[in-house]
């Protein structure tokens, strides 16, 4: 793309706006200093690198087999660097447990700050933040389907033991590196077939975050968010971590709910929940993914309801209260063009919803003017968005449209294709 031009025509989309009221290089300035979180795991199909060929459990698939998924710490670190650099604006990078790097022996109720030592060197020479999740998942402690409210004791403890050390990994991610950490606990907990006891196994789950979250915890460094779950593969009929007991542990003991786009009903959205969940909790943790037609963590792509997320955010101003995670994990394609196009996406949704100009928008509602209101929803659509996204990427030193994907075909042809 030739620079002058893509100048030229940012001058005119900043002329356009600007009769809106909108200043485009101050909307330009925010944008670039939104955290978005990067999910580890798309860079090797949430194998993680503590055990060796563990099977993917927990409800949750990854499927494909497009060639070049990193194998190491070392490999995982340069494809998410590569990424990084095709995608403008601020990145946190989201760990796994399992994405520990030692080489000592350690099970998931052993971890401690140092196996992630590495990790934290990493994020400093970068200047990123990092966030956490313990792993429920990919276990023999796992294989009931139970975990933290495994009605076995020993269980149980394992469990609670992982996401006492995992938020300590948190805390120290925080204090080392100066950004909060954030930290989403998520069970896969549930049963295929019908159950007698609802209750049990989520009074159970309730008393083990209690004891996880118990004595001294350090919430300016980490905050902690649960996540919630309508069902998965083989917990069709009953998910401990449901809605309602998110949103109600999170409410009565002060931590975040996780929404995760693909863990509602097929068409109940994320979008809807974020100012209802706003009014009660402090902060929020988003998971955005793309459901198509079962939680299939597709890739994130510019759908109406991306942006919904972004204008539910961007509107009511509570984009600093919520922290936007991604999480999707495809096999199928590059995995590094999964993240850079998932992450532009997000970054594009963002950009959308502040090149609005809100206020007026909303005095036509107030007014009851629907008509003007959806007169300007859908003119808004065809403003020169395009230009303004190209200047964004450009001055932010990363390839402007499609050029990415020349980038990633080279990173494929010298290194990917390379790991066999
Ligand atoms: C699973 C949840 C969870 C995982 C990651 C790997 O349905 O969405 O967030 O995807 O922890
Ligand atoms: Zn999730």
Excluded at 140 to 150: L, R
Excluded at 390 to 403: A, L, S
Aim: aromatic fraction near 10%; proline fraction near 4%.
């Amino acid at each position: 793309m030739n620079e002058a031009n893509i100048i030229k025509a940012y001058e005119l989309a900043k002329e356009s706006y600007a009769s809106l009221g909108i200043d485009t290089d101050a909307v330009l300035e925010k944008l670039k200093t939104v955290p978005i979180s990067m999910h580890c795991w798309q860079g090797d199909d949430v194998a993680g690198f503590l055990f060796k060929d563990v099977a993917l459990s927990g409800g949750i698939q990854v499927t494909g087999n497009y060639p070049g998924a990193a194998r190491t710490v070392a490999e995982l670190r340069q494809d998410a660097e590569k990424a990084m650099s095709l995608i403008p604006g601020t990145k946190k990078f989201n760990l796994h447990a399992i994405y520990a790097d030692t080489d000592e022996k350690v099970d998931l109720n052993e971890i401690e700050p140092r196996h992630f030592a590495s990790w934290v060197d990493w994020a400093k020479k970068l200047g990123i933040g990092l966030d956490f999740n313990p792993t429920c998942f990919s276990h023999p402690m796992a294989d009931t389907g139970f975990t933290i409210s495994s009605a076995n004791k020993e269980i149980q403890d394992f469990w609670v033991e992982h996401c006492i050390r995992s938020r300590k990994v948190a805390e120290y991610f925080g204090r080392e590196l100066g950004i909060p950490c954030v930290t989403n606990y998520w069970f896969p907990d549930g049963y295929k077939d019908i159950p007698v006891d609802r209750e049990g196994p989520r009074r159970r789950m309730m008393e083990g975050l209690d004891r996880v979250f118990a004595g001294d915890i350090d919430e300016k460094n980490n905050r902690n968010a649960v996540e919630s779950k309508v069902f998965g593969i083989g917990a069709e009929s009953y998910t401990v971590g449901s809605n309602e007991f998110c949103l109600g542990y999170a409410v009565s003991r002060n931590k975040m709910v996780c929404l995760d786009a693909g863990h509602f009903h097929p068409t109940e959205v994320i979008s809807d929940k974020v100012s209802s969940v706003l009014l009660y909790t402090k902060e929020l943790l988003l998971h955005v993914s793309r459901p198509v037609r079962w939680d299939s963590d597709h890739v994130v792509i510019l759908d109406d309801e991306l942006q919904n997320i972004a204008h539910a955010l961007v509107r009511p101003g509570l984009l600093d209260r919520t922290h936007i995670g991604l999480d999707f994990f495809d096999a199928s394609i590059n995995r590094i063009a999964a993240w850079t196009i998932g992450t532009r996406n997000m970054e594009k949704a963002l950009l959308m919803a502040m090149l609005e100009p809100t206020e007026k928008m909303l005095e036509m509602e107030l007014a009851g003017d629907y008509t003007s209101r959806l007169a300007m929803m859908e003119e808004l659509k065809t403003y020169p968005f395009a230009a303004v996204w190209d200047y964004y990427c450009m001055t932010n030193g990363v390839p402007v449209r499609e050029e990415w994907l020349t980038a990633v075909k080279e990173y494929e042809r010298d290194v990917l294709s390379k790991r066999v």
